[in-house]
């Protein structure tokens, strides 16, 4: 059974550029996650899907970026402009849906941005 | 606001060594905790979940306690090998209301041939 699966695994680019990752959970998990790590930090979430819909984006800065999930499988996160604070990795992750007390999280390999 | 913590920061061992990684979090109502390994570079891989109603859960060389009183989890790996480097991040579920995971820094461990 595939993992989640993410691309691009590095990026780079310049401040002030946009940027989009991608995402795709395992096949059956309709809860989706985005987090972010810092280099020497855990990671932080910043939003969660169940299905299409975006149940929890507090910790998104919704200045400069965005998610979606349009058809409750594969989500795009973007960032615009990027800044130099955004370099981390971007994590993706799924499980499977309404399950409280059983809530294991499977991660992707992540994308790496660099933002000079 | 649930802050987990994880000693020590990093750690060097020989081979064959047995080791414990250390795991604290504040608010002792969660519902599961769940140990990782993450290697440079990579994403995060799950080695065990605990259930707050468990006091252990094992896999092959790998041990995982829970003290949920105590706000304490332990992760035991006997007879250390060389490809046991990584880091170890632990992170606790809270369950409806906050299903985020919240993380630890992680233990950087390495395993000396």
């Known amino acids: 059974e595939a993992g989640v699966v993410q691309s691009p695994r590095y990026k780079i680019i310049e401040k002030k550029q946009p940027v989009a990752f991608w995402c795709n959970p395992i096949?059956?998990?309709?809860?989706l996650y985005w987090y972010r790590q810092n280099l020497g930090q855990g990671p932080e979430l910043l939003i969660r899907?169940?299905?299409?819909?975006?149940?929890?984006d507090s910790q998104l800065p919704k200045d400069r970026f965005s998610a979606e999930r349009l058809k409750g499988v594969d989500s795009t996160l973007k960032i615009q402009p990027a800044e130099l604070g955004d370099s981390a990795v971007y994590l993706c992750?799924?499980?499977?849906?309404?399950?409280?007390?059983?809530?294991?999280?499977?991660f992707g390999p992540g994308t790496r941005l660099t933002v000079l | 606001k649930q802050e987990v913590t994880q000693i020590p920061a990093a750690l060097s061992v020989p081979e064959g060594e047995n080791l414990v990684l250390n795991c604290s979090f504040t608010?002792?109502?969660?519902?599961?905790l769940q140990w990782f390994r993450q290697d440079p570079g990579k994403g995060l891989t799950s080695l065990l979940l605990?259930?707050?109603?468990?006091r252990e859960q094992t896999s092959g060389r790998l041990n995982a306690s829970l003290d949920k009183s105590s706000g304490r989890s332990t992760l035991y790996i006997a007879a250390s090998q060389p490809g046991d480097s990584a880091t170890y991040l632990c992170?606790?579920?809270?369950?409806?209301?906050?299903?985020?995971?919240?993380f630890g820094k992680g233990t950087k461990l390495s395993v000396i041939p």
């Open positions: 605990i259930q707050s109603s468990q």
């Open positions: 992170a606790v579920f809270l369950g409806a209301g906050s299903y985020q995971l919240t």
């Open positions: 992750a799924s499980s499977l849906e309404g399950s409280v007390t059983y809530n294991e999280q499977f």
């Open positions: 899907y169940e299905n299409e819909e975006a149940v929890d």
């Open positions: 096949s059956g998990h309709n809860t």
């Open positions: 608010d002792s109502a969660i519902y599961n």
